[in-house]
C-alpha cells in the first residue's frame, strides 16, 4: 500500500441515498427543488451524482459547462446533504468516441463497436485516459472547497476486456515485464503444446483459448488494466482534494475482477449488490449468498465499514422476471448489509427517468413522482430507522474464529483450464464450480450458527482457529509453506476437493495432488478425479452421511484416517472425508462436493471437536440467522428471518433487550414473520 487510506471526515450517521442523475431533468428546473424536499422526507443524507453525465459537463471537446452541477452540489449544502460526486468516465461522451474512434472496444473477434451503450471504453487508449483525467481534474478544481464534496465515486463498474491492437501490445510489453524473455514464458505456458511455442513477443495474441496459461495472465492483464485506469483517474483528485477518499463500486464475485488487488487502491470499500430475495422456496439461500459477498468486502475492508453503493429499492428491471420485493425484504436487505458491517446505503436509483434502459427499474421516486407510493414510505420508514443507528457508524464486526479464503486466481485457473469446470450458477450471483463450492461452505457454517471471515490467499491467517479452503485450485508453494505452519503450530485446516493442483502459471503440480508440498499435511495422495452428470449422485457413509454431487476425488490414504466413505459407485468403500493429525494441529480433506445435508454434518462435528463459539448460543430454524456488530453503545444483534415462512426461536431463558425500545425484553419462544429482522441489544 503506498498512501495512507482517507477516512470519509464528515459521517456521523449512517450513510443514506442513491445515485441521482439531475443531468437527466436540467429541462424542468423544479424537479431537483421537489427532490429535495423528498430526500429530506426519506431521511436521505447523500446522494451519487454524475455517474453517466460527462456530455452535460463537456458538451463540446474542451468547452466545460458546471452551471447545472454548481446548482445541484449548492443545494444539497444548503439542506445539509452530501454529494459522491462521480467521475464520468462509465460512459463515453458521443462526439468523443465518433472523433476518436480508437476509444472504442475492440471484441474477441476483432470487431470494434459503435458509439453507445456504456462501461466499454478501451483499457488502454491513450487519448480516453488523458480526457478522463482532464475532466476529473475539472470537477476537482470546481469543487475541491465545496462542503457537499464527501466522496469521489471514481467511474462506474469497471468491467470488461478489448481486444484491440493497443490492447495487444500493452499485453505483450506486461508479459515481457513478467517474463523477461521468451524462454521463461513459453516455459511457463507449456508451450510446446499444439506446437504454441513463440520465437517473437508480437506473436502473442490475446485469446488462445487453447492455451490456459495464456489465458490466466490475460485475465490478471485486464484486471491489471483496470485498476491502472482507475488509478490514473484518481491521480488529479488526489492531488486537488487529499481529504476527499476515493472509492469506485466493486460487483461483488464479479468473476473479471480481482477486488483484492483493487481494494489496496481505494479508500473506501464499496460494493453494489442485487440480491433479488423472492418468494421461492429456497430463498434464504439467496439471502446467505447476499451475506457472503458482504462479508467479502468486510474483508477487504480489513473488518473496516464499508460501503453498499448500490441496491434496489424494489424490483430491478433487468432480471427477466423482475417480481417486487415482498413486505420486509427490503428492510432486511438494508439491515443485512448493516449488520455485516456496512455504513452506507445507496439504492440504484433515486428518480425513475422517463425514458432508456433504466426507465422501469425500481427507484425511491417513481414516475407518479410523489411520497404516497408504498416503496417512497418504505424507503423513507428505513431512512428514519438507519438515522437512530448512528452509534454503529464506525462499529466494526467482531472478528470470527473461522477465516475462508476467496481466490479469484484459483477461480480463473480453474476456468481456463479445460475439463472439470462446467456448473453454471444459479440466481443472480455469477457464479461458477469455484465460486459455488466457496457458497456451499459459507452456507453450512452459516447455518451451522459459525460466523465466518473471508480473506485473501496473501492475508494473514494465523490468528484463526479454524481456516476453510475451497477449491484452492491454484496455490503457491509459498502460500502451501503457511498452510503447513498454521497447522502445525495448532491449526484446524479444511480443503476441498481441487486444492493445488496447479502453480501459479496454471501448470500442473508434478508427483501427486494436492501439490505444493501439501500432501504431508493432509495425509493423502489424491489419484484422480471423476466428473458426475447433474443427476447423478455418489452416497457417503461413515461419521458423515449425505452424499456427493458434481465432482468426486479418489484418493488414498498416506498416514490420514477416513471418517466417512463412498458408499456407491466402483469406488464404494474408499475415503472421502479424511482428517490427519498434523503436529499440532489438524488437517481435514473432503475429496467431493458434498450435498448440504453432509457438509452440516461434517461443520457441526467440526464446531464441537475445535470448540467454536456460536454467533448466538442458540439452535436456530432452516432460514433464520444471527449476526453481531459493535457499536459505540455495545455489541449490537441482528435476528433475521430470510426465509419467506414465520419461524419460532425458541430464546429460552435467554433475554434480550430490543436496541431502539429498551423496555422490550425478548425470551422465550419468538415468533419471527417471513422476512422479518429485529435489532438486539446483546
Ligand atoms: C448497476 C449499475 C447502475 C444501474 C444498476 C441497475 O450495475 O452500476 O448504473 O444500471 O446496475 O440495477
Redesign the pocket.
Known amino acids: 500500500m503506498d498512501y495512507v487510506k482517507t477516512a470519509i471526515p464528515r459521517q456521523e450517521r449512517l450513510f443514506y441515498g442513491a ?1 441521482y442523475n439531475p443531468d437527466q431533468w436540467q429541462a424542468c428546473p423544479d424537479v431537483l427543488e421537489r427532490d429535495i424536499e423528498l430526500m429530506k422526507e426519506a431521511g436521505v443524507t447523500s446522494a451519487s451524482v454524475g ?1 453517466f453525465s460527462w456530455t452535460s459537463l463537456e458538451p463540446e471537446e474542451g468547452i466545460y459547462e458546471f452551471a447545472w452541477l454548481d446548482r445541484v452540489m449548492d443545494r444539497f449544502a444548503e439542506a445539509g446533504m452530501f454529494v459522491f460526486l462521480a467521475t464520468p468516465s462509465g460512459s463515453k461522451p458521443m462526439w468523443l468516441s465518433e472523433k476518436y474512434p480508437e476509444v472504442r472496444r475492440v471484441d474477441k473477434a476483432g470487431k470494434r463497436e459503435p458509439s453507445g451503450w456504456r462501461h466499454n471504453h478501451c483499457l488502454s487508449s491513450p487519448v480516453y485516459r488523458e480526457k478522463a483525467r482532464a475532466i476529473n481534474t475539472r470537477l476537482a478544481q470546481r469543487y475541491q472547497k465545496h462542503p457537499a464534496l464527501a466522496l469521489w465515486h471514481v467511474s ?2 469497471y468491467s470488461g476486456e478489448c481486444h484491440c491492437q493497443s490492447c495487444r501490445a500493452a499485453f505483450q510489453a506486461w508479459l515481457k515485464a513478467r517474463y523477461g524473455t521468451l524462454d521463461a514464458l513459453n516455459e511457463a505456458w507449456w508451450s510446446a503444446f499444439w506446437n504454441h511455442t513463440f520465437t517473437d513477443w508480437s506473436q502473442i495474441q490475446t485469446n488462445d483459448l487453447s492455451m490456459d496459461g495464456l489465458q490466466l495472465d490475460w485475465l490478471r492483464f485486464v484486471n491489471d488494466q483496470h485498476v491502472s485506469f482507475m488509478r490514473e483517474e484518481m491521480v488529479p483528485l488526489r492531488e486537488l482534494t487529499p481529504d476527499i477518499p476515493c472509492t469506485t ?1 466493486f460487483m461483488g464475485t464479479h468473476e473479471g475482477t480481482n477486488y483484492w488487488q483493487w481494494a489496496e487502491h481505494v479508500d473506501q470499500i464499496a460494493n ?1 449488490l ?1 440480491p433479488l430475495p423472492d418468494d421461492r422456496a429456497n430463498t434464504w439461500q439467496h439471502a446467505i449468498r447476499a451475506d457472503f459477498i458482504h462479508s467479502l468486502m468486510r474483508g477487504m475492508s480489513g473488518g473496516k465499514p464499508w460501503m453498499l453503493l ?1 441496491c ?1 429499492p424494489s424490483s ?1 428491471n ?1 432480471g427477466g422476471i423482475n417480481k417486487l420485493k415482498r413486505p420486509g425484504a427490503h428492510r432486511q436487505e438494508v439491515l443485512q448489509a448493516v449488520a455485516n458491517g456496512a455504513s452506507t446505503v445507496h439504492y ?1 436509483q433515486w428518480r425513475k427517468g422517463r425514458g432508456g434502459f ?1 426507465k422501469y ?1 425500481g427507484a425511491v421516486v417513481d414516475h407518479d413522482g410523489s411520497n404516497r407510493t408504498r416503496v417512497f414510505q418504505d424507503c423513507a420508514a428505513i431512512g428514519a430507522e438507519l438515522a437512530s443507528l448512528r452509534s454503529l457508524v464506525q462499529g466494526d464486526c467482531p472478528v470470527a474464529e473461522v477465516a475462508m479464503i476467496y481466490d479469484w486466481e484459483s477461480r480463473w485457473a480453474l476456468n481456463t483450464s479445460c475439463g472439470p469446470k462446467e456448473l453454471a450458477g444459479t440466481g443472480p450471483f455469477p457464479s461458477d464450480l469455484y465460486t459455488e463450492t466457496c457458497f456451499d461452505h459459507y452456507e453450512a457454517l452459516t447455518r451451522c450458527g459459525i460466523a465466518v471471515d473471508l480473506l485473501s490467499t496473501r492475508s494473514d491467517f494465523s490468528g484463526y482457529k479454524v481456516l476453510v479452503l475451497p477449491a484452492l485450485y491454484l496455490l503457491s508453494e509459498e502460500l502451501g509453506e503457511r498452510i503447513r505452519a498454521f497447522v502445525q503450530s495448532g491449526g484446524q485446516v479444511v480443503a476441498t476437493c481441487l486444492t493445488a493442483y496447479v502453480e501459479s502459471s496454471n501448470k500442473c503440480y508434478l508427483g501427486g495432488f494436492p501439490g505444493a508440498s501439501l500432501r504431508a499435511v493432509f495425509g493423502i495422495w489424491n489419484e484422480e478425479l471423476d466428473n458426475l452428470p447433474a443427476d447423478t449422485r455418489v452416497e457417503v457413509r461413515g461419521a458423515v452421511e449425505g452424499s456427493a454431487k458434481d465432482v468426486v476425488e479418489r484418493i488414498h490414504l498416506d498416514g490420514a484416517v477416513s471418517l466417512a466413505q463412498a458408499g456407491s459407485e466402483f469406488y464404494a468403500g474408499e475415503a472421502l472425508i479424511t482428517e490427519n493429525d498434523y503436529g499440532n494441529g489438524v488437517a481435514s480433506y473432503l475429496a467431493a462436493r458434498f450435498e448440504m445435508p453432509a457438509l452440516l454434518a461434517f461443520y457441526r462435528r467440526l464446531l464441537e471437536k475445535a470448540s467454536l463459539c456460536r454467533s448466538i448460543d442458540l439452535d436456530l430454524p432452516e432460514g433464520v440467522v444471527f449476526r453481531c456488530r459493535d457499536s459505540s453503545e455495545g455489541r449490537v444483534g441482528f435476528l433475521f428471518n430470510y426465509s419467506n415462512q414465520s419461524r419460532e426461536v425458541e430464546f429460552g431463558k435467554l433475554a434480550m433487550a430490543a436496541y431502539l425500545d429498551p423496555q422490550t425484553t425478548y425470551s422465550g419462544t419468538i415468533e419471527l414473520a417471513p422476512y422479518e429482522s429485529r435489532i438486539l441489544r446483546v
Open positions: 445515485d455517474i462506474n463498474e463500486n453494489d442485487y448500490e434496489s430491478v433487468w440504484f433504466e427499474h
